[in-house]
């Protein structure tokens, strides 16, 4: 039974590196042997002739990358609360760590350092029971492309307990409120644009009604209708259904309007957090009212899209 006074999401100084070089098999195995023959000197001497420890770091505690590479800290002792009912948004430039922390939050990677709890239950410990709390749709969503979108939900909701009959009925009425056409329900995934796939995606996640919803950079690839469709659906998801929105997301006029709180990712690090009055108020005026892009260029002196990023828009073939 969850609180009412629970935070849907607290996460404490997490940490996730990558091209961090791990023990060796052999080592684990041997190591293993000795702890059930009771002995461990042999295991600690193996694990320390060439200077390393257990975990694949160094005796003094520091992670060792793997052979030619660096380690790439993508999250760097990140924490806060969001509470229940709360969209809360993470604006950054790509490469900041914001699709890392999403994967984190959602159980697809452990945290390096930190815990991360979703209305109480430990993500990594409890992982199974966070599952079925929350949903995740991601900028790069991955559909079986050959069947349709009517076969793809089918195929989502069974894995979450909803029967046949009943996600039927909802998809279809969360792709008409999305603004799918009608006959592309049962059309291959694989003829639709991504801007199409997007509102699949979106409406895949939906279907389950999660309490903790993890939105990816979910409304790239939309036309400014379908956009505005998805904002209005994620409020009436918090509204209605008591969710718990946390979004990431390059537009920032979707970010002012849509979100309660805001956290601004760079190099893994949250430089700030607050409403987005409380961060415009931080921002030099420099004779306009200031804007979140302003802000996070102020703070980050960095672009929030690469140019290059901008070609990998790509409009509905068919607009709703």
Known sequence: MIGTDTPALVVENIVK??????????????????????????SRNVGQENGHNQNGGTNNGTPRAKRGKQIVTAVDHVSFEVERREIFGVLGPNGSGKSTLIRVLSTLLLPDEGTVTVFGLDVDKQSMQVKRLINRVSVDAAFFKKLSPKENLLYGARLYGVSGAEANIKAQEILKRLGLRENSYTEPMEEMSRGMQQKVAIARAFLTQPILLLLDEPTTGLDPRSKLEVQSFVRELRDVHDATILITTHDMYEADVLCDRIAILDDGKIVALGTPAELKQRANRNGHEPTLEDVFMQLTGKELVEKEDLSDFEPDKVLS
Not at 31 to 39: A, F, H, L, P, Q
């Open 17 to 42: 590196r990558f091209n961090v070089a791990s023990e060796p098999w052999w080592r684990k195995l041997t190591r293993s042997k000795n702890e059930t023959n009771g002995t461990n000197g042999l």
